[in-house]
């Protein structure tokens, strides 16, 4: 079936193919590949993908001409299907559908401009629809900007970055290759208060937001400026959907985090963290480098540099184990 929604570049040669995996081909005959679908929709045109056991069965009756797996996995494969061995089947697939799908990984906008007010650049940078500019706003080159997104005041946008559609943004510094998904809200004001007798008072906040580059930010995200200090996000680190990030936190370099975590205030997290989806970081908290936390966690105390913790009261990996025996 023809994809109604992404425009295919193929066929490609099975030789250009594997040169974009940095493999070459050894092949008699350099076959045409139509496309690149699962084991389940590929049929003798199409190249698939098997990266588990647990798809063994799937595998075994995949109607797909080529294959890409890891070498214990090539014995499942039916004898029409050839493989293509490689040591991180999900790296090589994602390159192989970029290379036949380019557009599923940018969100194009339709409309475009060339000369924005508030800027320092002239170049060209593409806008969506209802699109606001505030004052003090610099936006660089190569950028987009998707339909009725609000871009206030006091906020630096780097290169190649991409704004989604109804974001929106304030009191931030947006460093370069920075992606922003539709509905992020970036930069309002925290949740601070002083208790008093007959009121509560609201704690002004007076830092920012800072994305360092290569970031990726969920939709409906929301990341609070600091109070006194800034909220940062360290460089290449991917935030998933209806994530929250309150005032003050400090995330570290090439962290991972899943759908529906949340962060209470000025905790600060070390490089290469994994949380799972719907995990609760308390506020205050110092956790440290290569530190994997399990989906559903609850975070109150520190954690040490490369630890597994699951559970609530979060706990070591291995006493959570043995708690549910």
């Not at 797909?64 to 214990?72: E, G, M, P």
């Not at 557009?103 to 320092?120: P, R």
């Not at 309002?188 to 930010?217: L, T």
Request: net charge neutral; aromatic share 6%.
């Amino acid at each position: 079936m023809t994809n109604p929604f992404f425009v295919n570049h193929g066929p490609f040669k099975i030789s250009e193919i594997l040169k974009s995996i940095s493999l070459v081909s050894n092949e008699d005959n350099d076959n045409e590949i139509h496309d690149v679908k699962d084991l389940v929709a590929s049929t003798e045109t199409d190249l698939t993908f098997f990266h588990n056991k647990n798809y063994a069965e799937l595998a075994s009756k995949t109607k797909a001409s080529y294959c890409v797996t890891l070498d214990n996995l090539v014995t499942y494969l039916p004898s029409s299907c050839k493989p293509i061995i490689v040591e991180n089947v999900l790296l090589c697939i994602a390159n192989i559908t970029k290379k036949f799908y380019p557009s599923s990984v940018t969100d194009d906008f339709d409309n475009e401009v060339f000369d924005i007010e508030n800027t320092d650049h002239k170049e060209k940078v593409k806008f969506g629809k209802n699109v606001y500019i505030g004052k003090n706003v610099n936006i660089g080159k190569n950028c987009k900007i998707g339909h009725n997104s609000i871009i206030e005041s006091n906020v630096i946008i780097g290169d190649n970055c991409s704004i989604g559609s109804n974001v929106i943004l304030r009191n931030s510094l947006v460093k370069n290759n920075v992606s922003i998904l539709d509905g992020a809200i970036i930069g309002k004001k925290g949740f601070g208060f002083f208790p008093n007798k007959e009121n509560n008072i609201r704690y002004p906040h007076i830092g920012i937001v800072i994305i360092e580059d290569n970031c990726e930010i969920g939709c409906g995200a929301t990341i609070d400026r600091g109070s006194m200090s800034n909220t940062i996000i360290g460089k290449n680190t991917y935030i998933d959907n209806q994530v929250h990030i309150a005032h003050n936190n400090k995330i570290g370099n090439n962290c991972i985090i899943a759908g529906q975590v949340g962060f209470a205030g000025s905790s600060t997290l070390g490089d290469n963290i994994m949380i799972g989806g719907q995990a609760g970081i308390s506020g205050h908290l110092k956790i440290g480098n290569n530190v994997h936390i399990g989906g559903g966690s609850g975070v109150i105390n520190d954690i040490p540099d490369n630890s597994r913790i699951m559970g609530y009261p979060a706990t070591n990996l291995r006493n959570f184990l043995k708690g549910k025996k």
